[in-house]
């Protein structure tokens, strides 16, 4: 198996920065059993919204690189948002018998989520924005 451990590499960086960005978001805005979940739900939008922003920016804008997509994308984006822990945290709230503020939850973050890595496309694309 052959690998570039230039690219392995950025993929790290990229996800220990995105890493420690979710967990002072977590620390910073505290959540309670029952409540919506915040920390995951923004870390969730605005990794999609970065996504977005960088994987237009990267394939439409700039010279091909073979380490700023692992490096954004793959790591930061990935470090940063968290489909698992939201499946957690749909399960907890089902659950503890709050249904409808789970796929509230759901519907938000797919939604929110969408919007954003819409809009992000749009203003790159619109804009030129360097």
Known sequence: MDFDR??????FIGGLI?????????????????????????ANVVGTLALGYFTTRLQER???????RPLLGTGLCGGLTTFSTMQ??????????????????AAASVALG?????????????????
Do not use: C, N, Q
């Open 6 to 11: 230039l690219e392995l590499t950025a993929v």
């Open 18 to 42: 995105g890493t420690i960005a979710r967990a002072l978001l977590v620390d910073a805005v505290p959540t309670t059993p029952g409540s919506w979940p915040w920390p995951t739900f923004i």
């Open 62 to 68: 700039m010279p091909l690189s073979a380490y700023r």
């Open 88 to 105: 957690i945290e749909l399960v907890r709230l089902a659950e503890g018998g709050d249904a409808g503020l789970a796929l509230a939850y």
């Open 114 to 130: 969408l919007l954003a890595l819409h809009a992000a496309t749009k203003l790159v694309r619109r804009t030129g924005v360097a």
